[in-house]
């Protein structure tokens, strides 16, 4: 039996502030090839070039000049440099605390294989984020007018998790139909908040004393009134399921009052569309719900109808929409979309 080594867990990915190529060239013999190399580079990649060092410098064994880059450049620059190094060599090692580990334990060659001094590098030091590309298409990406917002919060994946956001977002998945997107996304940025609200939603979805049929209503109601293409997106299918028929979703969908629904229906509608609209309830439709619901469901009601208007606006500030390939919902201009 061999022993493995400890180690309670995978590491993440995470753990990856940014990557290094080491691009080696011997000055006598190929230097004009790293030149070449280094001019494709440049027109090619939003990278970091460094210093030409052409006597050996640190842990390198030969001449060579850096190439620092961020994590989403490694899949277009990495398989480029395996089909266009030539006759040189390439480390290319990630960046993390301990850089004798990430040159010596977990780089990979592209090309021959060199001596690297791997003593001469501490083994903590602190983590070296990509710097600013400085290639010539760098600056052009810069110059380009922006066309395209970036986002206000990347869409994380479950390998990005940290070991505080790791436990919430495997609760996620099991329930979740758009995964850890959504309201999710930010939430999981503060994963102790994220973890309480994650509770509150699970009361709210499947304890809650509101029948199901009622409890999605009153979520889309919030839903309309905030335009929320991912609430919509998430709810309407749950809404149609727990038996809310097709044509009160179609009817609030368009922003009308349904006309035809029945008494609990038309009690959850005018409860929640007053509380949100007038912040208040008018004692006639108070008297209607206490004729209707236990007091534990009004409270219920009024929490389901409050918790996603904290959704929308935690939908909203992120900019949030529905996943890739799918339509959103609303299709006329809002106040946001
Ligand atoms: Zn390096």
Known sequence: MIDLPESPAPRSTSEIASFHAHIYYDPATTRLEAERLRTWIDERFSVT???????????????????????????VLVPWLMLNHGRLSILVHPNTTNPRRDHLADPFWIG???????????????????PLPNTRVAAEILARPVTRKERRFSQLTMDQLDEKQKPLGEQIMKVSSIGIAGPYNPMLRSPVLGQRLFDLFHYLRWETSVPTKLNEFAILIVGRQWRSQVEWHAHAPLAAKAGLSSEIIAELKAGKRPPSMAEDEA????????????????DP???RAKKLFSDQQIVDLTAVAGNYVMVAMMLAMAE???PAGKEPPFKDKGVYS
């Open 285 to 287: 439709t108070f008297a």
């Open 112 to 130: 021959p294989q060199l001596a690297v001094h791997g003593e001469k590098l501490p083994e903590e030091s602190p983590i070296e984020q990509a």
């Open 49 to 75: 070039l460094g210093r030409w060092h052409d006597v050996k410098v640190g842990p390198h064994d030969q001449a060579m000049f850096q190439v620092a880059f961020a994590a989403d450049v490694f899949p």
């Open 267 to 282: 009690v959850v509608y005018d409860f929640v569309t007053e509380l949100t609209t007038a912040k208040k309830i008018s």
């Open 320 to 322: 949030e929409t529905v």
